[in-house]
């Protein structure tokens, strides 16, 4: 499983050992994994992140939906007409006005889980 997680991620040093030389990082997700499971998060915090497809084939992984989801609005305000959304971290795709404040509902980052 931490050979699918290094080739979502492309990690450094896995290319041609955990994974396929050439392998380019997911643009959607990121992954972590245990023994038995990968979670895959999309890289924008809240809604915008439910969705991403999630398919396995061959019959050795399942995912446990067939898109990520769980991905919720976070709490917002507008100063002087431009608007800013309470996050619990920084989405890892760069996105404008997020802000991390300690005490404050956050917004989710959908999940998706593949499960071995």
């Known amino acids: ?18 994974y396929g030389a050439g392998t380019v990082a997911n643009t959607a ?3 972590t994994s245990t ?8 890289k924008v915090n809240g809604t ?5 497809t ?10 446990g939906a ?6 919720t609005a976070g709490s917002t305000v507008t100063v002087g007409g431009k608007t800013y959304t309470f996050v619990a971290a920084l989405s ?7 802000a991390v ?4 509902p956050t917004a989710g980052s959908p999940e998706a889980v593949v499960a071995r």
């Open 35 to 42: 023994a038995t499971t990968v979670v895959v998060t999309a």
């Open 1 to 18: 499983m931490s050979n699918l997680a290094a080739a979502i991620n492309a990690t450094s040093g896995g290319a041609g050992v955990a």
């Open 54 to 63: 999630t398919t396995a084939a061959g019959g050795t992984f399942t995912f």
């Open 101 to 104: 404040p300690p005490g404050v």
């Open 48 to 52: 915008a992140g439910n969705g991403i």
């Open 66 to 71: 067939a898109s990520t989801a769980g991905g």
């Open 29 to 31: 997700v990121t992954a």
């Open 92 to 98: 890892t795709t760069a996105t404008a006005n997020e």
